[in-house]
């Protein structure tokens, strides 16, 4: 029986070696960041050696880095409380504080005419699509693009970025929010004054330091041309089914996306029983995004795109990474294939 094929990484990337050494190693300091002692300067050493691995990968130097407990926490912690205008292509963490007031077009760009008072994402998670961010936004969603793609918060124009470790190959339950330094923003969080003010509470020093591992790894990736790869296994993927499955629809083939993104659409067959066929098959798939797991619905995505409900409901996302090869790649195209017309003759 061959292993299974993990085509997921758009909701968590496997966790990196650098990462977990780094955890591994800070599980060891006894001391708390917030105390003066030796042991206490030491935990804050490594906390402060992984906000500057952060702040260099992500290119904000000079700039605050803000651990949270993730880009969810994030999001609240730069939107709460203001009046922001945002799109329903954006992740539920942003939704929750903002209007669906950005129309958005059917090749998934949104339009943004006021960009102070306006959160948008760097790229979609669902479908890869890649945003043109106008300067002067109040906010930027830089998730899933951080680590993929060349973009250094310092020239993005954003007042704001939120980031997030798994998805870059660190651990779960760690991320940022990212500003110009010295912004003045409302802690939610209060007690110690932890985070520059920003975010009381004891930090995750050992998943802060397998954050700051994981970016550093991430960017020397990046600068490496590992991503150019993914991007060719990615492209070998859709060509061998659109080769068979010709009713295929791939959604944003022809923008700018995530180099390992392949949002696609086989109508007739719902996304979620596309997920489990190919469970059963060895492949790790999504019809979505992770954090809507469970819940079965149209993509909010591709109907704000203009899709009908029908044809948003049988999308499935496959998302790869550095360590995906070739032959993954095509073993899942001939089962995905096979599942497809199985599913077809069904239906004749």
């Known amino acids: 029986?061959?292993?299974?094929?993990?085509?997921?990484?758009?909701?968590?990337?496997?966790?990196?070696?650098?990462?977990?050494?780094?955890?591994?190693?800070?599980?060891?300091?006894?001391?708390?960041?917030?105390?003066?002692?030796?042991?206490?300067?030491?935990?804050?050493?490594?906390?402060?050696?992984?906000?500057?691995?952060?702040?260099?990968?992500?290119?904000?130097?000079?700039?605050?880095?803000?651990f949270t407990s993730g880009a969810t926490e994030a999001a609240a912690l730069a939107c709460a409380g203001r009046e922001l205008m945002g799109a329903p292509v954006e992740h539920d963490a942003v939704r929750a504080w903002v209007s669906d007031t950005l129309a958005v077009g059917a090749d998934g760009q949104v339009a943004v005419d006021d960009p102070g008072r306006s959160v948008l994402q760097l790229a979609n998670s669902e479908t890869g699509i890649v945003q043109h961010l106008p300067q002067g936004l109040a906010v930027t969603d830089a998730t899933q693009g951080f680590g993929k793609l060349p973009v250094a918060f310092n020239w993005l124009g954003a007042g704001m970025?939120?980031?997030?470790?798994?998805?870059?190959?660190?651990?779960?339950?760690?991320?940022?929010?990212?500003?110009?330094?010295?912004?003045?923003?409302?802690?939610?969080?209060?007690?110690g004054g932890q985070e520059m003010g920003r975010r009381s509470g004891t930090e995750n020093?050992?998943?802060?330091?397998?954050?700051?591992?994981?970016?550093?790894?991430?960017?020397?990736?990046?600068?490496?041309?590992?991503?150019?790869?993914?991007?060719?296994?990615?492209?070998?993927?859709?060509?061998?089914i659109e080769a068979r499955a010709k009713s295929t629809i791939f959604v944003g083939k022809d923008a700018e996306r995530l180099p390992n993104t392949?949002?696609?659409?086989?109508?007739?067959?719902?996304?979620?029983?596309?997920?489990?066929?190919?469970?059963?098959?060895?492949?790790?798939?999504?019809?979505?995004?992770?954090?809507?797991?469970?819940?079965?619905?149209?993509?909010?995505?591709?109907?704000?795109?203009?899709?009908?409900?029908?044809?948003?409901?049988?999308?499935?996302?496959?998302?790869?990474g550095p360590d995906t090869t070739e032959d993954q790649v095509l073993r899942f195209a001939e089962a995905w294939c096979r599942g497809y017309e199985r599913h077809l003759s069904r239906g004749a």
């Open 262 to 320: 392949s949002c696609m659409i086989a109508p007739g067959w719902k996304g979620e029983t596309q997920v489990m066929a190919m469970d059963l098959a060895g492949f790790a798939i999504s019809a979505g995004s992770a954090c809507s797991s469970g819940k079965v619905r149209a993509s909010q995505v591709l109907t704000a795109m203009g899709y009908d409900a029908e044809l948003a409901g049988a999308a499935v996302r496959i998302s790869i």
């Open 161 to 191: 970025a939120l980031i997030s470790a798994h998805k870059l190959g660190g651990p779960k339950g760690i991320g940022a929010l990212v500003m110009p330094r010295g912004t003045d923003l409302k802690a939610r969080i209060l007690g």
């Open 205 to 240: 020093v050992i998943g802060i330091a397998g954050f700051g591992a994981a970016a550093e790894a991430a960017a020397r990736d990046l600068a490496g041309g590992v991503w150019d790869r993914v991007s060719g296994i990615r492209n070998i993927l859709e060509k061998a």
């Open 1 to 66: 029986m061959k292993p299974r094929v993990y085509l997921d990484w758009n909701a968590t990337a496997p966790l990196r070696p650098e990462a977990r050494d780094a955890m591994i190693a800070a599980m060891d300091l006894a001391g708390n960041p917030s105390s003066v002692h030796a042991e206490g300067r030491a935990a804050k050493g490594l906390v402060e050696r992984a906000r500057a691995q952060v702040a260099t990968a992500f290119g904000a130097d000079g700039a605050d880095v803000v």
